[in-house]
C-alpha cells in the first residue's frame, strides 16, 4: 500500500511539474521583445483567417494562405524564433516586406524559406529554394533541419546588405545581398524587393500547418528624432493619421500644451504600462509624434513605444517651438 502511495504521489507530482511547465510564460531575451502574446494575433495584421492560436503556439492552419505581417516595420533586426513542420509544409518568413495581405513577397520583399524540403515532393528543388534560402537569392546549408514533429530554433539577423540565419546553432546562410546578385538573381527574375531598406516581417503560408512559438525580435535600428517637418506634422495631425503625445510631466502639461494633444508622462511609460493598458490612451493605427520640452525625453519615450509595435517619430522641437509655429495653445 505504502509502495502504491509512494507511486501515485511521484505521478500527481510529474504530471504537476509538467502542467506548470507548459503554463509558464515565454520571457524573451534580454534586449528582444516577444512578437506574441500566446493568446491572440495582437500586433499582427494581413490575412488574420489563414492563422490561429493554438495551445499558446501560433498555428499557420492546414489550407491557410496568405502572408500575416507585423503592424511594426523593421530595417535592422535580430529575430529568433521556433517552429514545428508538418510533412511536405512549406511557409516562409517574409522580412522588410511591403504590407500586402496577398501577393509574391518573395519578390516585392525578401523571403527566407521554411520548408520541410526532406519531403519526396520535394526531391528536385533548386538550391535557393531549400529550408533558410532566400528565395530565388541565396542558397542555404542543408542538413540542420530536426525530425518532423521537433521544434526547430531559427535566428535571422539582418543588418544593411547582410543577412545571417542559424538553423539549430548551425549557420547556414552567411552571405551580402548586392554580392550574391551582382551577376544576376538565382532564379532570373526581377526582385523589386531587394531595394526596400525597411518594411515588415511576415509568415507566408502556402496552405499547410506549420506551428511556432517564442517568436522575438530586437530592433537594430537606433531611433533619432523625425525629419517631418512641423508642416507635415500639422498635416498629419488636421488629417488625423497622426496624433501627437505630450511625454513630460503633468506639472508641466498643466503650465502650457498644445491642444488635443494626449498626455503620457516618460515616467508612466517607463513604470511600465501592458499592451492593453496603453491602447487606451495611444492609438496603434496612427502615427504617433512624441514630444516633450527638448527633445531627450521623447526619444526615451519612442524606444518604449516602439518596442510595443508603434510608428512613433520624436520630435527635437520642445513645447515653445510648437507654440511658436502655430501649433494651437490649450485654453
Not at 502504491?4 to 503554463?23: D, H, M
Not at 519578390?107 to 538550391?127: F, H, N, S, V
Not at 525580435?217 to 503625445?245: F, G, I, R, Y
Request: glycine share 10%; charged share 25%.
Amino acid at each position: 500500500m505504502i509502495r502504491l502511495f509512494l507511486a501515485l504521489f511521484a505521478l500527481v507530482s510529474l504530471c504537476q511539474q509538467q502542467i506548470q511547465a507548459q503554463e509558464k510564460p515565454f520571457v524573451p531575451d534580454d534586449g528582444f521583445v516577444s512578437m506574441f502574446d500566446g493568446k491572440s494575433l495582437a500586433g499582427w495584421t494581413g490575412s488574420l483567417a489563414g492563422y490561429a492560436v493554438e495551445n499558446g503556439n501560433l498555428v499557420c492552419v492546414a489550407g491557410g494562405k496568405g502572408n500575416l505581417l507585423t503592424e511594426k516595420e523593421f530595417t535592422d533586426f535580430v529575430m529568433k524564433f521556433e517552429f514545428k513542420l508538418t510533412d511536405g509544409a512549406n511557409n516562409g518568413l517574409g522580412i522588410r516586406c511591403p504590407k500586402l495581405a496577398e501577393g509574391n513577397l518573395h519578390l516585392e520583399g525578401i523571403e527566407l524559406q521554411i520548408l520541410d524540403d526532406t519531403a519526396e515532393k520535394y526531391k528536385e528543388l533548386k538550391p535557393y529554394q531549400y529550408h533558410g534560402s532566400a528565395y530565388g537569392l541565396i542558397a542555404s546549408k542543408q542538413g540542420s533541419l530536426k525530425p518532423l514533429g521537433e521544434w526547430n530554433q531559427q535566428e535571422v539577423t539582418v543588418k544593411g546588405r547582410n543577412i545571417k540565419v542559424a538553423l539549430n546553432g548551425t549557420t547556414i546562410v552567411d552571405a551580402n545581398f548586392d554580392d550574391a546578385t551582382k551577376s544576376g538573381t538565382l532564379d532570373g527574375q526581377l526582385h523589386p524587393g531587394l531595394a526596400r531598406t525597411k518594411g515588415h516581417l511576415a509568415l507566408l503560408g502556402h496552405g499547410d500547418r506549420v506551428d511556432f512559438r517564442h517568436l522575438q525580435v530586437k530592433d537594430l535600428q537606433q531611433l533619432t528624432h523625425t525629419s517631418d517637418s512641423l508642416e507635415t506634422v500639422k498635416k498629419n495631425l488636421s488629417d488625423k493619421s497622426a496624433v501627437l503625445v505630450d511625454v513630460r510631466e503633468l506639472a508641466e502639461w498643466n503650465e502650457a500644451h498644445v491642444s488635443g494633444a494626449i498626455s503620457l508622462p516618460i515616467s508612466s511609460i517607463q513604470k511600465g504600462l501592458d499592451a492593453s493598458a496603453l491602447l487606451k490612451i495611444v492609438p496603434k493605427d496612427k502615427i504617433i509624434y512624441t514630444h516633450c520640452r527638448a527633445g531627450r525625453r521623447a526619444l526615451a519615450a519612442a524606444e518604449e513605444l516602439s518596442k510595443q509595435g508603434y510608428d512613433v517619430r520624436p520630435l527635437k522641437p520642445g513645447i515653445q517651438e510648437l507654440l511658436d509655429a502655430g501649433f494651437p495653445k490649450a485654453k
